[in-house]
Nanobody, 129 residues
Framework: VQLQASGGGSVQPGGSLRLSCAASEDIFRINGMGGSMAWFRQAPGMEREFVAAVRWGSGHTFYDDSVKGRFTISRDKAKTTVYLQMDSVKPEDTAVYYC???????????????????WGQGTLVTVSS
C-alpha cells in the first residue's frame, strides 16, 4: 500500500492550502468502520506531531488544538483519499506534512503515530511573507 501526498507549497500568512493524500488501494474494504486516516507534521528540529484524523466509517474528525477552527480534514471513500484544507495559516504551520492510514485504529490512540500502519512521503508547507 502506498500513500501519495500532494498539495504542499509556499503560502503567505492568512492564506489557504489544500493537501491531498491518495491510497494506492482500498485498505478499508474489509474493516472500514475501524479504520482512520490522519495528517501529522514535523517542523525542522521538532518531533512529529498530530494534526488531524478522520474515522473512515463515520467521518468523525479529530484535531489538535493548534489547528482547530482553521484546518478541516475530510475523506472521499470512493477514491480512498483524505484531504486537509488549511485556512488562516500561520508561520508556525510550516512543516513537512505526512498522511497516514490505519486499517484498525481505536479512539483512545487515534492521535498517536504507531496507530497507523501506512505513511506517505511527506509534502512541505512553508508559511512566510
Amino acid at each position: 500500500v502506498q500513500l501519495q501526498a500532494s498539495g504542499g507549497g509556499s503560502v503567505q500568512p492568512g492564506g489557504s492550502l489544500r493537501l491531498s493524500c491518495a491510497a494506492s488501494e482500498d485498505i478499508f474494504r474489509i474493516n472500514g468502520m475501524g479504520g482512520s486516516m490522519a495528517w501529522f507534521r514535523q517542523a525542522p528540529g521538532m518531533e512529529r506531531e498530530f494534526v488531524a484524523a478522520v474515522r473512515w466509517g463515520s467521518g468523525h474528525t479529530f484535531y489538535d488544538d493548534s489547528v482547530k477552527g482553521r484546518f478541516t480534514i475530510s475523506r472521499d471513500k470512493a477514491k480512498t483519499t483524505v484531504y486537509l484544507q488549511m485556512d488562516s495559516v500561520k508561520p508556525e504551520d510550516t512543516a513537512v506534512y505526512y498522511c497516514a492510514a490505519g486499517p484498525r485504529t481505536i479512539l483512545s490512540t487515534i492521535r498517536l503515530g504507531p496507530s497507523y500502519a501506512y505513511w506517505g512521503q511527506g509534502t512541505l508547507v512553508t508559511v512566510s511573507s
